[in-house]
């Protein structure tokens, strides 16, 4: 039997249960016992990943003078 994450609109309590797919619906809050509960979905693991990377490249111009007598 799977762990099912619920949480309660009545009270707001979150909470695991261990319950089978048919007793979802039974499950009641564990902290005000309201029935109003509803399962959480899955969390899909969504990691965006944005890099940027901006080159500046800048010109340095050296000047060597050279002061002969
Ligand atoms: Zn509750």
């Known amino acids: ?11 707001g309590e979150e909470f695991e249960k261990l319950v089978r797919m048919s007793a979802i619906d039974d499950v009641t809050c564990p902290n005000c016992g309201g ?6 979905l899955s ?6 990943g944005s ?5 500046s490249s800048s010109a340095s111009s050296a000047s060597c003078s050279t002061g002969g007598g």
Not at 43 to 48: K, L, N, R, T, W
């Open 43 to 48: 969390i899909f693991a969504s990691s965006s």
């Open 51 to 55: 890099s940027s990377s901006s080159a």
């Open 35 to 40: 029935k109003q509960v509803k399962k959480k």
């Open 1 to 11: 039997m799977p762990i099912y994450e619920f949480d309660c609109t009545d009270c």
